[in-house]
């Protein structure tokens, strides 16, 4: 079957919504291209709608880049739905005062961003409340943050590959963009209003102005500039896969995976101006994390000193699994399948390695 017919069929049985059947809650974020709100629906929906019981709901009410977050969201909920947050709809809506917008909807999945959870000083330990799998053979410490961050990293990769392996590259990925499911406890992505379709050609021009500098990797643009611009849609999908093995995009999001991990394993690095400034260092050891673990730890605060402690826990696995992730160039980056099979991931691989050295 035709890719675009199953779609079509899909579309079919999938009831639609309407404007008027929605009702307007809470605003929950406002970016430059878009607002989002979370909503409920109507008692009186106009059309027959699903999700009639579940209630909770997130609009997005977005600007002309909802197009192509409306296509990223339909593509995702076919290729690898449990990577992402649920999406129920999305629709053009010409009523508006301000003009056409795009609105896009989906299920409510908690209250919790990663970004909010880091911001606590209880970070992991609420994530590992909230996941309720409690850790209970040991006592509070690095060990234990470890596991709980370790989880949270295989979430993330989990998520991201499924992304990749349906040729979606992210290009926004950070804690922000990061919503706790409170329904599957578990982490899932949010936020494609940036994400490329590589193999169908969809958001082909990257648009280096969508992309946050705090998390976005050194290439800032994720196919080299020897590459067609925007091709037409027959020709990216015939190139796109000799593409994506040239350039490696996908690896762009794992550079900003690994600066979460940074961030997670070190609390004095989780505020804003603590990832300028690490940025900021970073560049000026040429991108070589070792050259900036080399550079600080010497007069490090003890807070920084806990995260190195941490990432050198079972013979250094996760400094190295970081180091793998966080590197100047695309192609030197591990993939998130490669980082899955980590043996930082491994518990027996940790045993094995333990035992060797
Ligand atoms: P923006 O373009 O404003 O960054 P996002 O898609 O990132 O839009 O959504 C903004 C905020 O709304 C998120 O940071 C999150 O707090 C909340 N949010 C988005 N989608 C959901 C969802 N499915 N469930 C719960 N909260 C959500
Ligand atoms: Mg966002």
């Not at 017919?5 to 430059?32: C, I, Q, S, Y």
């Not at 609390?267 to 990832?275: P, T």
């Not at 300028?276 to 605060?301: G, T």
């Amino acid at each position: 079957f035709d890719m675009f017919f199953l779609a079509f069929v899909e579309r079919l049985f999938r009831p639609t919504f309407k404007k008027d059947d929605l009702v307007l809650g809470k605003k929950l974020g406002e970016g430059a291209f878009g607002v989002v709100y979370r909503a409920s629906l109507a008692k009186k929906p106009s059309s027959k709608v699903p999700y009639q019981k579940e209630g909770d709901l997130v609009l997005k009410k977005a600007t002309e880049y909802g197009a192509v977050e409306i296509w990223m969201n339909e593509r995702v909920r076919r290729a690898c739905a449990n990577s992402c947050a649920d999406f129920v709809h999305g629709f053009l809506e010409n009523s508006s005062k301000k003009g056409a917008e795009y609105w896009l909807i989906w299920r409510y999945e908690g209250e919790a961003t990663l970004y909010d959870l880091m911001q606590s000083k209880e970070f992991p330990y609420n994530v590992e409340t909230m996941m309720l799998r409690e850790v209970q053979d040991l006592p509070r410490g690095l060990e234990r943050e470890n596991r709980i961050i370790q989880t949270i990293m295989r979430q993330l990769l989990f998520a991201l590959d499924g992304l990749h392996s349906t040729g979606i590259v992210h290009r926004d990925f950070k804690p922000q963009n990061i919503i706790f499911s409170e329904g599957s406890r578990t982490f899932k992505i949010i936020d494609l209003g940036a994400a490329a379709d590589l193999r169908v050609g969809i958001n082909y021009i990257p648009k280096e102005f969508l992309l946050d500098p705090r998390y976005a990797a050194p290439e800032q643009y994720i196919m080299s500039t020897q590459t067609p611009s925007a091709p037409s849609a027959p020709v990216a999908t015939a190139l796109s896969p000799v593409l994506w093995q040239m350039n490696l995009p996908d690896r762009f999001d794992i550079y900003s995976a690994g600066l979460i991990f940074l961030q997670m394993a070190f609390s004095g690095l989780r505020s804003d101006s603590a990832l300028i400034q690490f940025n900021r260092q970073l560049k000026r050891c040429n991108f070589d994390l070792n050259a900036w673990r080399k550079s600080i730890e010497p007069r490090a605060s003890s807070d920084l000193r806990k995260g190195f402690e941490l990432l050198d826990l079972d013979g250094g696995i996760g400094w190295e699994l970081l180091t793998s992730m966080v590197r100047y160039k695309a192609g030197q980056r591990i993939s998130a399948k490669g980082a899955l099979a980590h043996p930082y991931f491994d518990r027996e691989g940790l045993l094995v390695l333990s035992l060797m050295q």
